[in-house]
């Protein structure tokens, strides 16, 4: 049989790779014949670079979350650049007890995206999943020289929050040299910038902001969409995906000329899934929580329709599952190890999980 196995990462505790190897290793274990194609996968967040610049890496130094510096790996070949965001703006750049969206930058965006500007980048994919920030893209802005002033012409300090004060944008400065480059931005979700859905009510939790202060910030973005608007001429709060990365997919499409698309799909196009579809008998797709943002353009989500189309079975492998998948079978590591043990040692559960799907792997495939 011809097994597509096709993860993304289990954020927080397995990157894609060695969780697709793993699933792998267990499968062989009973069934060492069958013809297993590992194909690691990304939507956006972590794990695009890997995906999409398996070799080409380029090392900077730019600015985190709260403005520490750190060194980033990002991709640049053949005049095209990518830029993983999480690995500069990432909320596992932070302890938990530093983590605080009302004064966390994108600037670390920006200052990558100039520098592969400068070195002659005609393309930039910019991956946008998994930050830590909530600023709208203002950072990012900034770096690129655009400038955000108060209401006595004054720069506003970083963060989210700052931007309640925010009277006036001038591009003037901004880098002459992004009008040489297209720029993509790459989300893993749909979310809007602003409301029920948006950035901060949705996402700025999970980022360090209380009810109250999501809420604020939730304004925060509100009031600038409507200062881009009013000075800038353009409506971009109810983009899908501007909501991605606390608003830097709003900011790329509002500073940068940018467009967004689906992580998920650019980085399965890039990977040919759809030949590796076509040739398979089953696939066995993952990611760590399996729940209603896998439902908003997320990998598995994506990769489920495709394998639909196709008419290939496919199996999700989830950390912990909380929504269902119709007519999918769905195999949650803590369900069969354990919550401990599935984030203490998710090689070994994932390769139980594999041994068990090969077991049962003949009433699954596709005739």
């Known amino acids: 049989m011809r097994i597509l196995i096709a993860p993304d990462s289990f954020k927080g505790t397995i990157d894609a790779r060695p969780a697709a190897e793993a699933i792998a290793r267990g499968w062989r274990r009973r069934r060492p014949d069958d013809d297993l194609e590992v194909v690691p996968l990304a939507d956006g967040g972590e794990g695009t670079l890997e995906a999409l610049a398996p070799a080409e890496r380029v090392r900077l130094r730019a600015s985190g979350p709260l403005g520490d510096p750190v060194e980033v790996e990002v991709g640049l070949a053949g005049g095209t650049g990518v830029v993983e965001t999480a690995r500069v703006l990432g909320l596992g750049l932070l302890a938990r007890s530093r983590r605080d969206p009302r004064r966390t930058t994108s600037r670390g965006a920006g200052e990558l995206i100039r520098e592969l500007v400068a070195r002659g980048a005609e393309r930039l994919f910019v991956a946008l999943g998994g930050s830590a920030t909530n600023d709208g893209g203002v950072g990012m802005a900034q770096a690129l020289g655009a400038r955000f002033l108060d209401g006595a012409g004054r720069d506003l300090p970083v963060g989210g929050l700052a931007l309640l004060g925010l009277a006036r944008i001038d591009l003037s400065g901004l880098d002459p040299g992004l009008a ?38 939730d304004r925060a973005l509100g009031h600038l969409a409507a200062v881009v608007h009013r000075d800038l001429g353009i409506d971009l709060a109810g983009e899908p995906g501007a909501g991605a990365a606390g608003g830097l997919g709003f900011g790329l499409l509002a500073f940068c000329g940018a467009r967004l698309r689906p992580g998920a799909e650019v980085v399965m196009d890039a990977l040919g899934i759809d030949g590796r579809l076509e040739r398979a008998d089953l696939v066995i797709t993952g990611e760590g929580s399996l729940d209603a943002q896998t439902l908003r353009g997320k990998l598995v ?60 792997a003949v009433g699954m495939v596709r005739a």
């Open 180 to 217: 040489r480059t297209r720029i993509v931005g790459l989300v893993d979700v749909d979310n809007p910038l602003t409301g029920p859905t948006g950035a901060s009510l949705v996402y700025g939790p999970q980022k360090g902001a209380g009810p109250q202060d999501a809420v604020l910030l």
């Open 301 to 360: 989500h994506r990769l489920l329709g495709r394998a639909a189309l196709a008419g290939v079975p496919a199996v999700v492998v989830c950390g912990r599952a909380e929504v269902a998948l119709p007519g999918v079978q769905v195999r949650s590591l803590v369900e069969r190890v354990g919550s401990d043990r599935a984030r203490s040692d998710p090689r070994g559960a994932l390769e139980r999980v594999g041994e068990e799907l090969a077991v049962e």
